[in-house]
């Protein structure tokens, strides 16, 4: 089993910048396909990044390519997502993900149904 603890969300002003953090625990995520996820009230929960499990390959939701960069140190068995340039549209609950596939077979998966581990999220507030 793995345990995912995201920290790091708060209120920030449209502009600013946040960086969220996700804290593994129970087993190694380093062989896990990890990705950051968001979800808004009555809406589905949307893929905002993904990382393969050596870090060497990302992908992004074309809303935050070029604002946001998801990294991970797997000896800190942690994985990151910076948030620059927020905007009031990237107020949600954020989550981070693990998926064990795809860490095997080398893929950044998009479906949140992928995913074997979550974590409780972490509210982001853009104010205008």
């Known amino acids: 089993q793995v345990q995912l603890v995201e920290s790091g969300g708060g209120l920030v002003q449209a502009g600013g910048s946040l960086r969220l953090s996700c804290a593994a625990s129970?087993?190694?995520?380093?062989?896990?396909?990890m990705g950051w996820f968001r979800q808004a009230p009555g809406k589905e929960r949307e893929f905002v990044a993904g990382?393969?499990?050596?870090?060497?390959?990302?992908y992004y939701a074309d809303s935050v390519k070029g604002r946001f960069s998801i990294s991970r140190d797997n000896a800190k068995n942690t994985v990151y997502l910076q948030m620059n340039s927020l905007k009031p549209e990237d107020t949600d609950v954020y989550y981070c993900?693990?998926?064990?596939?795809?860490?095997?077979?080398?893929?950044?998966?998009?479906?949140?149904?992928?995913?074997?581990?979550w974590g409780q999220g972490t509210q982001v507030t853009v104010s205008s």
């Open positions: 990382i393969t499990w050596s870090g060497g390959r990302t």
């Open positions: 129970g087993r190694t995520i380093s062989t896990y396909t």
């Open positions: 993900a693990a998926d064990s596939v795809g860490g095997r077979l080398l893929l950044i998966r998009r479906s949140l149904y992928e995913y074997d581990y």
